[in-house]
């Protein structure tokens, strides 16, 4: 009997396990509506936050406006630090605009500690800064700022620069170095000595120690410096003062200030004197002590300086005569440069000197080596940028510049691997302006154009007045 219950045991689990099976197709039927409907109310859950959210908002909208017409309304106070971050990831022209605001964010935009935090972090954009705009022979007293990054120009007031000229420019660490130059009244000319400091992320101005001797279009550079730089120079200004009498306390703690900043030099040599008589002479301005001091003379047969820039702790200077000489800064002397010779250049095109990551490059404008016999091709002109082999002290073609050179000024300016030239000339009467940039670290160099748009359209005696100089803000 027992045997014969166990086969009906056996039978009945079977089919209760049969009842419990679930086809795979009806098993993967059921949980794709599963995964559906799990989608379903996720999505919906997100429209029905995303419409609580709307709701709120409009709600507080309502409501702040409400209060705000009430004058109810209660201000929301934002850390300061999370502000000073906000702040600092603005761009220069969007920085400007907020210290409009109010004297808070005006005072926290504009603090060393900001402006070292936004130069460490990046945050800066290049902008090329145009001086030199002239009407009727006199300054307009404009500088002209463009900023890469937004492909814009910015007109900024200067009234420091109405009526001067003939200045030269550098900049270094956020600020711009207004040097020399000629002003006139009715009567007469006035030649200066003096320095202006134009800082762009202030707006503010500021003088230090006039030079030696007033120049007029000196060739001018900067160079960083350490601690140890030139101590016996140092100490020489820090005897004078003391035989001098001077003992201010407002100017050690000015000098304690400076301090604080790198220190830096920086070199004015050439240009023309008072007496409209080319200067051969030379000056450096030690940034720790606020001093200007004479340095060696340029050889006699040097010629009038043409043109300089400081690459690598030289300042190199060509002159009208064809020759080239560095100053050592560190050393303090002058090095006769003796290299392979340039092609005969048009010499109505100043030629310019532009060092570009530790590289040294010279643009002149030559008279065409090509044409096999074709007429007119030997007359044309181009402009061509040469290199220096600073080993070997031999110059070889680099780039030829794609426009033809109508500008007998043209400026040129770099950027790390970045070459800028800027060119102005009339026609008919109008000022027409071409901003090329190169980029040196290609294998194939070239020019290419970045802005087209007209500068300082109604001021036509700009082109042989204009100087440049760029800035990381």
Same mark, same amino acid.
Request: aromatic residues 10%; hydrophobic residues 35%.
């Given at each position: 009997?027992?045997?014969? &219950?166990?086969?009906? !045991?056996?039978?009945?689990? +079977?089919?209760? #396990?049969?009842? %419990?099976?679930? /086809?795979?197709?009806?098993? @993967? ?50 850390? &300061?630090?999370?502000? !000073?971050?906000?702040?600092? +990831?603005?761009? #220069?022209?969007? %920085?400007?605009? /907020?210290?409009?605001?109010? @004297? ?59 009526? +001067? ?309």
């Amino acid at each position: 009997m027992m045997s014969s &219950d166990k086969p009906l !045991e056996e039978e009945s689990i +079977r089919q209760d #396990l049969e009842i %419990l099976t679930v /086809s795979k197709p009806l098993v @993967k039927s059921d949980s794709q509506k599963l995964k559906e409907k799990i989608h379903k109310t996720v999505e919906d859950e997100e429209e029905e936050n995303a419409r609580l959210k709307d709701m709120f908002w409009r709600k507080n909208t309502i409501k702040y406006l409400m209060d705000l017409a009430n004058g109810t309304q209660k201000h929301i106070l934002i850390p &300061d630090d999370i502000m !000073e971050m906000c702040l600092m +990831r603005l761009p #220069l022209t969007s %920085l400007m605009r /907020s210290h409009l605001v109010c @004297k808070k964010w005006r005072y926290m935009a504009t603090t060393q500690r900001f402006l070292q935090q936004r130069r460490e972090n990046s945050f800066r954009t290049p902008w090329l800064f145009l001086f030199g705009a002239l009407q009727n022979r006199s300054s307009t007293g404009e500088i002209h700022g463009y900023d890469l990054s937004q492909d814009r120009w910015h007109r900024i007031e200067a009234d420091l620069l109405k009526g +001067r000229f003939m200045y030269s420019v550098t900049s270094i660490h956020e600020e711009l170095y207004i040097i020399g130059g000629v002003s006139r009244d009715r009567r007469s000319y006035k030649f200066h000595r003096g320095i202006l400091v134009f800082r762009p992320l202030t707006k503010s101005w500021r003088k230090i120690a006039s030079m030696k001797h007033s120049r007029s279009h000196p060739i001018v550079g900067t160079w960083e410096v350490t601690s140890e730089f030139s101590t016996i120079l140092t100490q020489k200004n820090q005897q004078a003062e003391r035989v001098g009498g001077e003992s201010d306390p407002h100017k050690l703690s000015q000098n304690g200030n400076r301090n604080d900043r790198k220190r830096f030099v920086l070199i004015a040599i050439g240009g023309t004197g008072w007496l409209d008589d080319p200067l051969k002479s030379g000056e450096i301005y030690d940034s720790a002590t606020d001093t200007w001091s004479e340095i060696q003379r340029l050889p006699m047969d040097f010629g009038v300086v043409s043109c300089g820039i400081i690459c690598n702790g030289i300042f190199y200077v060509y002159s009208k005569k064809e020759k080239l000489s560095g100053y050592d800064i560190e050393r303090g002397f002058w090095i006769g440069i003796q290299t392979s010779p340039i092609p005969s250049r048009i010499r109505d095109f100043h030629p310019k000197l532009v060092s570009c990551n530790q590289r040294l490059f010279m643009l002149s404008v030559l008279w065409c080596d090509q044409g096999d016999g074709e007429i007119g091709m030997r007359n044309k002109s181009v402009r061509k940028l040469l290199e220096l082999d600073l080993v070997n002290l031999t110059w070889t073609e680099v780039s030829v510049h794609p426009d033809a050179p109508m500008d007998w000024e043209a400026a040129y300016v770099s950027d790390q691997n970045i070459l800028m030239g800027v060119e102005m000339c009339t026609v008919f009467g109008q000022v027409l302006g071409f901003f090329t940039v190169c980029d040196m670290s290609r294998k194939e160099v070239s020019w290419r154009r970045v802005s087209r748009k007209q500068l300082i359209q109604k001021f036509t005696q700009s082109c042989t007045n204009k100087t440049i100089a760029l800035l990381h803000l």
